[in-house]
């Protein structure tokens, strides 16, 4: 065999496994890029969750004059929303 060819061979293999080395990086960051895109659009749903809770909070603050029995149901409804929303960012 031809030592020539044999480095040409070689340099070809060399070469493939390179290429392949270099799509799988781009694949790599493609899936922490996805990763990150999903961790922002939870965290978005989280937040505007979040928001929604702290708008029925002052709600229940400012008309803390009227029945104590729905207040307490809707605090107690927000507590378990609250508690279900953290469970759910420490899942994550």
């Known amino acids: 065999m031809n030592p020539t060819a044999t480095s040409i061979d070689i340099q070809l293999i060399f ?21 990150k895109d999903e ?15 702290v708008k ?16 307490a149901a809707r605090l107690d409804g927000i507590h378990h929303r609250l508690s279900r929303l953290e469970q759910e960012s420490n899942a994550s």
């Not at 961790?39 to 809770?53: D, S």
Request: aromatic share 4%.
């Open 15 to 35: 070469s493939g496994i390179q290429t392949l080395v270099y799509l799988g990086s781009i694949a790599g960051v493609f899936m922490v890029l996805g990763r």
């Open 56 to 71: 029925e909070v002052s709600h229940s603050v400012g008309s803390l004059d009227g029945n104590h029995k729905e207040h």
């Open 39 to 53: 961790a922002l659009k939870n965290n978005t749903k989280n937040i505007a969750e979040l928001a929604e809770l």
